[in-house]
């Protein structure tokens, strides 16, 4: 298998930002369900030995949630969770998110899954990733329509944290929570500073030379086609066909 996938690129600018050291450290993650981008990240950092700990709602087996969603819960409540994957229908500037859906209240336009926990998730986990492979007009919108979930809060609103970044299939944003706005930190092969703009609702801060995403190093590629595939294939089959060209044996 030669050249890098979009998808592995992803997972490795996921594994570069949950492993930034300028952010609180991340020692265990939960990845909710049908996620595999971000499941695939969270691999890769274990697989370059990183010691940290995975709970990954979607896996089909060593699942160490017994009761669903309700553990997760506890576990963020308590202060136990570090870092979380959350994504929208629709992503503003200030990166708050809709799972609801476009349109009047209750989402009367198109219908969008749910907010589910997002919210709770958003305000209690010390680090969100923002995750939308599609970068369009559409989804990251000037304001969003219903506020499922919202990216920063008065001040005497006790939350623990808010997003740390913005990635999708175009680019990567850092969110600046002291000022609720985006700027933009890479640009993935082939965009520029002005095809992001001209792809995106909402505003954001950019300098004249905005960095090309690097690609996964070889190191890296390994992994995620190895080891990090091996953990995968259960849960994931078709995307680990589809992205790294493996099949579960018969």
């Not at 265990?28 to 990240?41: F, L, M, T």
């Not at 990166?95 to 476009?102: F, V, Y």
């Not at 930190?185 to 030379?209: L, N, W, Y």
């Amino acid at each position: 298998m030669s050249g890098v996938q979009p998808e592995e690129r992803l997972a490795a600018v996921l594994a570069r930002l949950i492993l930034d050291p300028a952010a609180p450290p991340a020692r265990h993650i939960a990845v909710g369900a049908a996620s595999p981008i971000p499941a695939a990240a969270c691999w890769l950092v274990a697989k370059s030995g990183h010691p940290v700990r995975l709970s990954l709602l979607h896996k089909r087996s060593g699942n160490p949630f017994t009761e669903g969603s309700r553990e997760l819960f506890d576990l963020t409540g308590q202060g136990r969770i570090d870092l979380f994957f959350l994504g929208g229908g629709q992503i503003d500037g200030e990166a708050n998110i809709n799972l609801i859906g476009t349109g009047e209240w209750p989402g009367a336009g198109v219908r969008f899954p749910g907010s589910f926990g997002s919210a709770f998730m958003y305000f209690m986990t010390p680090r969100t990733i923002l995750f939308r492979e599609e970068h369009s007009p559409r989804v990251l919108v000037p304001r969003v329509d219903i506020v499922s979930a919202p990216g920063v809060s008065p001040p005497d609103v006790f939350r623990r944290g808010t997003a740390q970044a913005l990635v999708t299939g175009r680019c990567v944003f850092r969110f600046h929570p002291d000022r609720a706005r985006f700027s933009l930190e890479s640009v993935h092969p082939g965009e520029s500073v002005a095809t992001i703009r001209e792809a995106t609702g909402f505003d954001f801060d950019a300098t004249e030379e905005v960095p090309v995403t690097p690609d996964p190093t070889t190191e890296e590629l390994d992994l995620l086609r190895g080891p990090v595939c091996d953990e995968m294939l259960e849960t994931y089959p078709e995307f680990c066909a589809r992205v790294f060209g493996r099949r579960m044996a018969a």
